[in-house]
């Protein structure tokens, strides 16, 4: 059993379009997620709040983030689902891509020589990553943009996991620390498109309600 949820800020109307196109690569029902805004778990004196190298508290927004994300991996578990694929609703596929390019993207990432707990589909940069046995896969270590991916069971539990432990020494992980730690300490695998923009990016343009900025990207000199 799968399943595959995007969050949603209930506010940002302008990503319905995004969302939309999201549902239409999909094989299986997209379930909207309401985004926590990280209201409730700034007034919570249960949640340690302290970011483990800036060492100060972490913004509203992010704490909303994570918030989502533990929402969802505890609701998948509890459904004994076997993958989970999360979408942030910032989330854009390029228009060329088809259901059928994702759908065999996933089933040859089975054929990589380790089963995978972590399938990136897009991501904003691979910090550390080494290649695999396809030149269409990269084997990735730690990565930024935590907007299109698939977990499968052992990854949930992992990430919950270095998520809680990192509660109990006073310091807060963000949605892509709380993974790239899962990643670290657990051992856990993580595959991702050699091009991290092969399906989809973070969407240029949009402001972001984490930072307040408009995310834009570098564009790379042609050779």
Known sequence: MSRCVVIHLDSATERLPLIENIRQKMIHTLEVFSAKDGTDWEKSNK?????PFEKKPVPRGHLGCTHSHIDIIHTSLKRKEKHTIIFEDDCEFKAEVLREDLTKYIHMANGLGEPWDILLLGGTEYVE??????????????????????????????????????QKEGTFL????????????????CFGPT?????CRQKAGLQSYLSGKLRTYREVPQS
């Open 47 to 51: 949640i340690a709040k302290i970011h």
């Open 195 to 199: 091009d991290p923009f092969k399906f």
């Open 129 to 166: 990553s080494i290649p695999t046995v396809s030149a269409d896969y990269t084997k990735v270590g730690r990565f930024w943009g935590a907007h299109a991916f698939i977990l499968r069971e052992r990854g949930m539990r992992a990430a919950l996991k270095v998520f809680h432990a990192a």
């Open 174 to 189: 963000l949605a892509d620390w709380m993974y790239n730690e899962a990643i670290r300490q657990e051992k856990l695998v």
